[in-house]
């Protein structure tokens, strides 16, 4: 079988390629290991009917590609937990807090100069091109902890940090890179994804699946599901060979996996730059925890449904009217990996009711172990210290016919990142003109 092009991978980097490519006419196929398509987005159909997100579920203001997309589609965007009343959570370890009293000026401060501080070094960070920055080798190896602790925080305030950074699933404060954080703001105009009056305040109606049930239903016919890749040639033609043996052909391949996965697929005929630079770098191990109930418990308290956790589980926030999502990080896998059965169930519950001062009444705790998951095998993209550097100039860009698209190839992995590189993807093969992955239309 000969196509013109072959996506390797039907998530949502994969399935926007393949649907700009099929609509300027293209003869596509998208290649999909599993028996659905959407990958790190899935909804989950529970018992009383609702579906819930089990993975990418948010997006802001500042995801124009994925915005865009969706308005494409006929989609409505509508607001996301931000929008619900209420007083932050913080489940430490010597108790729970509704809101900041117990917080001196001095910590909250402390917030305000970090924040400063990173969007001073944003402003000098060409997003498309972080490697030309005066001072990159420095910044790329320099952890945001010590960037905090330069600052001279609190203790408390650097402990909330940590617990922060531990809640959104991407490890402690020294796995971060303070050159990766300022290139994913940077990427956006100049707002830090801890911004989440911008980066979190809005969804898709219904949820983030339906926007891949829409470009499913418009690529039918164009997908082979159950049909994981074993090896791709890049040459003339390329070729995509199945794991179950069949050969593929097609003039371009467009590899949409995410870098785990990746690297567990022979890739020829490349140069061994770029498959050093692909195979460099790595995603946040982590697992996502839904749980449901009958009525929203935290309006009990006064909780807007938003905490960072020292104990097992990050922290919490609001997916829908009577579920909250959780996020558990690499740094807690051990714990997942050592812990007795519903041990970490146990743990989520216990923390939700110190946070809403007493029994909650869940009807279920959802768990999606993506870490593990071998067409994952991850999250989304992490910069560790030194990163960056490591991994160099060819993240994001193409080697034709060999072409990449999906979240890890932009600045902070997300949803947006997959749109925006599946469209420049499909722009590339098309040689059509080519925004920067980094320009806000
Ligand atoms: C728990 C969780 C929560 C998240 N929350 C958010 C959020 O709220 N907002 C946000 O913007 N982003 C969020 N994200 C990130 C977002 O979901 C992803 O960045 C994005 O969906 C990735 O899309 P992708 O197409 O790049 O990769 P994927 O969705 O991973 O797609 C890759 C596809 O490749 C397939 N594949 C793998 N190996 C093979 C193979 N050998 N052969 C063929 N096919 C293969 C996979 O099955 C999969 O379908 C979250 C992710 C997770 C896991």
Not at 33 to 42: C, M, P
Not at 219 to 240: D, K, M, Q, W
Not at 393 to 407: D, K, M, N, Q, R
Not at 410 to 439: F, H, K, N
């Amino acid at each position: 079988m000969k196509t013109d092009v072959i996506v390797v991978g039907g998530g949502l980097g994969g399935l926007t390629c393949a649907r700009d490519l099929a609509r300027a006419g293209t003869d596509v196929v998208v290649v999909e290991a599993r028996s659905r398509v959407g990958g790190r987005v899935e909804g989950m159909k529970f018992d009383d009917g609702r579906v819930l997100q089990m993975g990418g579920e948010i997006v802001g203001t500042v995801h124009h590609g994925y915005l865009e997309l969706a308005a494409e589609l006929g989609l409505t965007i509508v607001p996301s937990y931000t929008d619900e009343p209420g007083m932050y959570g913080y489940d430490m370890l010597e108790g729970a807090h509704l809101g900041e009293d117990w917080l001196t000026e001095a910590d909250l401060a402390s917030f305000a100069r970090l924040d400063e501080e990173l969007l001073k070094i944003a402003a000098t960070v060409d997003p498309a091109d972080p490697w030309s920055h005066p001072d990159a080798a420095r910044l790329d190896r320099l952890s945001v902890g010590a960037l905090i602790r330069s600052l001279d925080p609190t203790w408390m305030a650097y402990r909330l940090f940590e617990a922060g950074a531990l809640s959104a699933a991407h490890g402690t404060l020294e796995r971060g890179s303070v050159l990766a954080w300022a290139r994913a703001a940077a990427g956006v105009g100049g707002v830090l994804n801890t911004d989440y009056s911008q980066w979190e305040n809005l969804k898709v109606q219904g949820g983030s699946s339906v926007l891949v049930d829409t470009l499913e239903a418009e690529l039918a016919g164009r997908i082979r599901f159950n049909a994981p890749v074993a090896s791709i040639h890049v040459g003339a033609p390329c070729t995509v060979t199945l794991i179950s043996g069949e050969v593929l052909q097609a003039d371009a391949v467009v590899c949409a996996l995410p870098v785990g996965p990746l690297r567990r697929v022979g890739i020829t005929g490349l140069s061994t730059a770029r498959l050093q630079s692909l195979h460099r770098q790595r995603q946040a191990l982590a697992s996502k925890a839904v749980t449901v109930f009958d009525e929203p418990v935290w309006r009990r308290v006064g909780w807007n449904g938003l905490a960072v956790s020292e104990h097992q589980i990050g922290g919490f926030w609001i997916q829908g009217e009577s579920a909250l999502s959780s996020l558990l990080g690499p740094e807690k896998r051990g714990y997942i990996d050592a812990a007795p059965p519903g041990t970490l169930t146990q743990s989520l519950l216990e923390s939700l009711e110190r946070l809403c001062g007493g029994p909650v009444d869940a009807k279920a705790v959802l768990w999606r172990h993506w870490g593990t998951d071998p067409y994952t095998l991850g999250y989304v993209a992490l910069w560790e210290p030194g990163d960056l550097t490591a991994v160099g100039p060819l993240h994001g860009t193409h080697e034709p016919p060999f072409y990449v698209a999906g979240s890890d190839h932009w600045s902070a992995g997300y949803m947006e990142g997959a749109v925006r590189t599946g469209r420049d993807a499909a722009r590339a093969i098309l040689g059509q003109p080519r925004p920067s992955l980094y320009v806000e239309s």
